[in-house]
Each structure stands twice: as C-alpha cells, then as structure tokens.
C-alpha cells in the first residue's frame, strides 16, 4: 500500500479594491430610481391626439408603427397631417397614402412637433427632440414645450423648410397630392431669438453655443451627438476648464469616444455615457441653456433656448437618471466603483460591458515547499494575480506538497552507537545497585546487634538518598527519558557512592573485629587491674616492714649525733653563704650555670651523635631515638636549669621539621652552641665569684658525705637488723618490679580501649567503566534517518516543528515529513 502524500490546500482572500483600472467607465448606482418618464414616443402621440385641425411633424429619425397607425385616425377626423422627412420607407403607404402630405429633404435634422398651428401662429403645443427621440427608449425622454415665440419662429422654420424640400411624396398610383396642399404660404426665415438653426449660409447655432461657453462662469453640461463636435469646442472648453469651471461631457456609448484622449487630461472635465442618449443640450451655470436636435455643426441642425426653470429641470432629470450614466476614468481603483459593472475603453473599437464579480477563485499549481514550517503555517504563496482579475475579491487557492521521507532512508547509525553506551551504563548501574543492596544487608545482619549499634554511622539517609538517584537514573534509561547532559555527574555519583559501599563494608567488618578485640580486652584488663591490686597489698605491707627497719638502722650513739649536728651547723652555714651570694651575684651565678649546662648538654649530644650508628636499627629508624631517648633528656636537664631555658629549647624545637634523629642532634646541638639567650661571656672577676659560688657548693657536698660516712659507722652492731632489712629492700624492690610491671602491661593494653584496624584487601565485586558518548545527541524529537551521505529528521506531527527545526539544523540533516 503507497502512502499518499499530505497535499495541504490553501486558500487567501485578497481585496482587488486597490488595483488599477484605466480608460474605463464605471457605472453609477441607481440609488435613488428615477421616476417613469413618459416616452418621447408616448409624448408625440398624445399630442398628434389633441390636434383639431393641424400636426406639422420634421423627425430625420424613422417613424415608428404606434404613429404611422395614428395619422389614419386624424385624418379621419379631419386633421390635416404634414410629414417633413428625410427618408421615406416602404412602409409608409399603408398608413400615410392619401391622408397625410410628405415632403423629402435628406438634410432633415432632429424632431420637432407642432400642432394646430394657425394663421395668427397661435398653436395648442410644439416641442422639440433629439435626433433619435422615436426610435430610443428609456433614454432621459426630457421634452419642453415651447413658448409661443418660440413656437412662431419654429413654424416659420417649418413652413420654410417644408415648401424647400425637393421631393414631394406622391403615392403608390402617381396620383397627385395635390388635394392634400398646405393652407399656407411659404414664410421667410427670420432672425432667430429663441429658436436657432443651421443653413447653409448662417450657422446661428453653433454660435449660439459658443456664446454659452464664453458665458460660463461655474458650471458647463454638454450632450451631442457627434464626437466631431467635441474636438470643435475643445480649445474653448479647456479654457473654461483652466479657469476653475466645471464642464460634464455627455455622449452616447455607442459613439466614436477619441475626443476623451484630450478632455481627460483636464481635472475641472468630467466624461458621462448612456446607452440611450435622446436628448442633446448645452447649458451653463444650471440658469441657461440649449435644447439640440443632435449636432450643433451639420446644416438645418435646429435647437431652443431653454429658460432657468427648464435649465434646472433638466439638470434635474439628469441627476435622478444618475443610475443610466457611466462615467469616464482614465485611471481609477476597483474599490471606487460603485456598482458590479464596467466598460473598458478601447477607442474606436466595440465595447462590451464586463461585470465585476464580487468574488472571483484564482487556481494555482502545486508548489513543493523546502522547508516544513512552510508547509505548516502556510507561508509559501505563488505570485498572486490579483490585478488582472475583475473582482472586488480575489480568492487564490493553490496546494502545497512538503518534502517527505524517502522510502529507501535508513535509520542513522547514531542510534547504535548511543545503544551500545546505554547498555553499557545500564548494566554498570544494575551491578552498582546489586552491590548496594549486599552492603545493606551486611550491615543490617551486624547493626542489629547490642554493640553494633554504638557504631552505626549517621550517613545511611545520605546513601539512602543516593540509591534512589541511581534507581530513577536506571529508569530512565529503561524509559528512554535519561538526561545524558548528566552522565558524566551521574558517573562521579557513582564512584563516590561505590568508593562509600566499600568503605561502609570495610568498616563493617572492622566492626565485628573491634568488638572482639574490645571483650579480649577487657577482660585481660580486670584480670591484670584484679593482680595488681592483689600485689599493690604486699607491697605496701613490705614498704611499712622496709620503714620500720630502716628507722632502726638510723638510730646512732650520742657522740655521733653530735658530730652529725655539728655537721649540719657548717651545712647551714655554707647555705646561707651561697644564698647570699645568689642574692648578690644572681644573673651571674644562673648565666654561668646556664653556660656550664649547654656545654654539659653539647658534649652528651656529640657523644649520642658519635655513638647513634651503634644503636639498634629500630633505634635508629626515623625520628624514634630523638624523640624516645635524648629529647626527655635534655627536657629534664634544662627544667633544672630555668623556665627561661626551658622556653628556648621549645622555641628551637618549633622549628624543626628534621624527621631523623641524628641530624635533629646535630641541628639541636648548633642551636644550643649558638643561641644567644643561652650563652654568655663573663669577666674574670665574675668568673672568680662563680668559681667562689662553685666550692661553696662543694663543701656542702663535702660535709653530706661525711654526715653519711658517720651514720654508716653507727650501723656496726646492728647485723641482724641491716640483714633483715636488706632482705625486706630485695623483697620490696622485687615487689616493686613486678608492680611496675603490672603498670606497663595496663599502660601497655591503656586505660581506655584503642583499636587500629588491620589493614584488609577488600575490592569492587566490579570493574570501574569508561563511556565513550557520541559526540552528537539523539534528537529530542523525530527520527535521524540517512539517505546516502545525507541526513534527514523526520517527524510526524506540526507540534514537533520549532524542537524540530533547532535539532536539524543541530544535525545538519533535512527536516521532512514522515507519512
């Protein structure tokens, strides 16, 4: 089964209102109707229907049937009926033979009627029409009566052009007419007033007319017949134009229009056209005027003067048969047209009236759209050709076709390649959370027990928190929604959770070994506490025994307590002596210590520094020495000392960052050598009173020793007692030893439990992973397909279009249509 392609049909209303119309007449809208005239047909027959005695007809135009079948009827009534014409028709004879009397002239112009006139030239009417006032209807049908000067001049012109004619109608048989003769004589022309006319000597007429024009002085109406006439008045009708006067033109369609080249130029002239055009005129500021037979330049071409009454009557006529006219634009818009139809003008050709349709349909060809938002919103148009139609409304309608995906496009290997990284990091994460949940279940085995839970760490929310990012991670990835912006954060998340599990298991297992070395340990300390205390007992008991003894030994003769008082005299007396002198010669006696114990200090730090390789290795490792050994040493030394001693040794330790213990005696021993605060440089005379200072101290120490040597001598007879008590001094010293011992076996395990964990090869149930991620994203919307070595990105629906557009362009592939 073939998929059709989405042809999507499109439709645009456009207004024509603006296009351009030239040479054209436009048709007014009959707003107001004008009221039914009477024909100029009827006019005539009504008045041939009052004569009594009279009807004088001169019509150039063919007399129809309604009044050929009227002269038989006044005739019979006695009416004398006589016909000037310019043409006789066959007809005729069956209406007109022996009941009318018919002269002939070829230059008859227009129509005139006259009835009952009489010897004093008084008559019941007489009017005065257009060339072709009998054959057209539905013209303007305008008719005026004469007045009675009018009327007079008009039967004169008759009468006159009745006898000149040069034939006279004789009937079928050749009889003559003579029994049908006027009763009246020919009458001489007169100067004409009110009624003007063209012979072939005077053309009073157009003078007439040129008069009128020159008059002007705001408004000019012109209705002729010819366009011959127009081109005659053209030069003095532009002029009027210029100054501002307003000139209507007005002229029957079916006329030669070349004249309007000219007129139209002109912005004060104005063109009008009928299809029935039966009235001619010349008036001039709506109060005066002329009523033509046709032309104002052909011979025997009659007209009346029309009075302001009728000048404005008949303007009024032409207002109310607004609707019958068409007016002439050079150029103008289709929205200025007031009613559905037009003429264009082609001059000098046939014109046909064409109608303006309100609407109008416009088909166009398909177009192939390259873009699919094209397609969608309907952007891509053909080139509308609105002017060229006749219609208010336009209404293009054209389809448009977008670019589809090829049947033979396969699906881009883009996919494959983010398949095999999805896979990858898929089954990393179901490893990582199987892991996960074996860690939870260790610790819940070992934290339900009593001890176990002083060691339940705080951050189990936290791991808690970070499983269930993993999980909703895996699930999207089973979803198909997973953010891969954030693989490389969810890779770290993962490396520091897994880093986590395996720190949690190894502090698990380092649980379960803590609370067993903890019960060994306590238990060896109550035993060791339970013995000490035991030996604590007999040694405070042998210490009372040792006491006793030795107050026995210390008792001596009275002699030798004498001497030993005298002794501690001389003892008190060198006190004092070496008070006073601290109290006199002070700083000197403590810089001279000072001295004296830095190079007491120096000289122990060379001999350790000479004798340190000799030391054991475990001696001699890194800063084990220094640290065990020598720097208890000196600490004590320099306490002896002073504070301020004390202080600077601190000061020189502070800076130290040697982590070997031969070169930390080396740098130790520069500083005390060499320190200011320690070494000083005394006079003879105060190295003579430190000297003094010195052998008061020695005979002190002299005088102790022969106290001593007195209470020895006192101890011959007391053999016994001093056996007993040596014997007890072993015993003590030995429970001493082993008290100490107890000491250092509880110092040794500490007073307070200290575990260090042994060191365990605990590993990842799994290899860390690498991703190597395409360098492009999937599409986020549509399908990637490639045909050949290009691209396309398909989609199905217009809501995917602006995602679309950006991922393409992204892609550098093709937007198309998948169907």
Known sequence: MTNTVPVKYCEEKVSNLDSVLTNVWRKYLDLDPASQYQSIKNLVLNQMREAEELVCISSSDRLPKEILQEIPKLAKRGVRIYLLLNAYEEI????????????????????????????????KSGCLFGYNGLSIENGLDYSVVMNGSQIKEAFHYFVYNFWKAPEEYRGRDGSSSAGLRAPFDTYPLIEPDTFFFNDMEKRYLSRKVEELIIEAKSSIHIALSSHKEYKELFQLVAKKSDRGVKVSFYTDLKEDHLFIKDLSEFNNIKIYSMENLNNFFVMIDERKGLLLSG????????????????????????????????????????????????????????????????????DYDEIIVDRLRDYFETTVKPTFTAEKQLARTVIHRWKLVPKVLDSKAKVDTLYDQWEKETTK???????????????????????????????????????????????????????????????????????SYTSDLLEEQL??????????KK???????????????????????????????????????????????????EIDRCVLKQMEMEEEHGDIIVAAASEKKVLELCSYLNDNINSFSTLKKSLRKKNVYFEKTIKPYLVSQLEKAGQSQLSIFEEIMSKSK?????????????????????????????????KQYEEVSDRIEEF???????????????????????????????LESE??????????????????????????????????????????TGTLYRLGKKRKLAIKEEKHLDLAEFEAERLKAELVLEI
């Open 92 to 123: 005729y004879n069956e209406f007109i033979h022996n009941k009318a009397l018919v002269r002939v002239d070829v230059e008859v112009a227009g129509l005139m009627v006259l009835v009952d006139p009489r010897a004093d030239l008084e008559t």
């Open 295 to 362: 032309s104002i330049l052909d011979t025997n071409e009659i007209s009346i003067s029309l009075s302001p009454a009728e000048t404005q009557s008949l303007i009024h006529r032409l207002r109310n048969n607004r609707g019958k006219f068409w007016e002439y634009k050079s150029t103008t818009t289709l929205g200025s047209l007031e009613s559905d139809k037009v003429i264009f003008e082609h001059f000098n050709k046939k014109m046909e009236e064409e109608k303006i349709n309100e609407s109008l349909v416009v």
């Open 425 to 495: 990091l898929k089954t990393h994460l179901e490893k990582v959370l199987e892991y996960a949940n074996t860690v939870s279940k260790e610790r819940k085995d070992i934290l339900t027990s009593l001890l176990g839970r002083f060691f339940q760490r705080d951050n189990h929310k936290e791991s808690e928190h970070v499983k269930k990012e993993l999980e909703a991670a895996l699930t999207a990835i089973n979803l198909g929604v997973f953010e891969w912006s954030e693989v490389s954060r969810l890779l770290v998340t993962i490396d």
């Open 507 to 516: 502090e698990l297992h380092e649980k379960q070994d803590y609370h067993k």
């Open 519 to 569: 019960e060994e340990w306590q238990s060896e300390k109550e035993r060791l506490e339970k013995e000490k205390n035991q030996l604590g007992y007999a040694l405070s008991q042998t210490q009372k025994k040792v006491s006793e003894l030795t107050s026995e030994m210390e008792q001596v003769s009275p002699e030798a307590e004498a001497e030993i008082e005298e002794l501690d005299t």
């Open 658 to 690: 040697i982590n070997e213990s031969k070169e930390n005696m080396k740098y130790v021993m520069k500083e005390l050598a060499t320190h200011s605060g320690l070494r000083v440089n005394l006079t003879e005379e105060q190295q003579q009173i430190f």
């Open 704 to 734: 102790s020793k022969e106290k001593e040597a007195i209470h020895k001598e006192s101890l011959h007879g007391k053999i016994e007692v001093k056996s007993l008590l040596i014997e007890k001094e072993k015993e003590l010293k030995k």
């Open 739 to 780: 008290w100490k011992s107890y000491g250092d076996k509880l110092e040794k395990i500490g007073r307070e439990f200290s575990y260090t964990p042994k060191q365990k090869d605990l590993k990842l149930p799994f290899s860390s992973i690498t991703f190597k991620l395409p360098e492009e994203k999937l599409p986020l």
